[in-house]
């Protein structure tokens, strides 16, 4: 049973500092595309960050700089590092996983609905 769970929100003043995790199991997550999208407050669900199994890594212009995406495959765990936050950041954050390279995308990034698997996700709420 394929299983992605978040954790690591809060809530936290502008210019602060978190680091998202999601701990996956039940599949073969070395070998996975894995995302980050988040959703705020009346908006769409939105890219943020992508890693591939090479670890390549592709960002949405709005975090560039600031946030970091990694996976760490011997803990089964993908991590979001968010540095410089702003109230706009403020949203539920999920991560999304897939065996297929992403055949969809919008904005630069590969869209929601490459990834197969979510996790329920986490929130961060940045004040000013």
């Known amino acids: 049973q394929v299983q992605l769970v978040e954790s690591g929100g809060g809530s936290v003043q502008a210019g602060g500092s978190l680091r998202l995790s999601c701990a996956v199991s039940?599949?073969?997550?070395?070998?996975?595309?894995m995302a980050w999208f988040r959703q705020g407050p009346g908006k769409e669900r939105e890219g943020v960050a992508t890693?591939?199994?090479?670890?390549?890594?592709n960002y949405a212009d709005s975090v560039k700089g600031r946030f970091t995406i990694s996976r760490d495959n011997d803990k089964n765990t993908l991590y979001l590092h968010m540095n410089g936050l702003r109230p706009e950041d403020t949203a539920m954050y999920h991560c999304?996983?897939?065996?297929?390279?992403?055949?969809?995308?919008?904005?630069?990034?590969?869209?929601?609905?490459?990834?197969?698997?979510w996790g329920q996700g986490t929130q961060v709420t940045v004040s000013s």
């Open positions: 999304a996983a897939d065996s297929r390279p992403p055949q969809y995308f919008s904005g630069g990034l590969p869209a929601a609905r490459a990834y197969n698997y």
């Open positions: 039940g599949f073969t997550y070395s070998s996975y595309y």
């Open positions: 890693i591939d199994r090479y670890h390549t890594t």
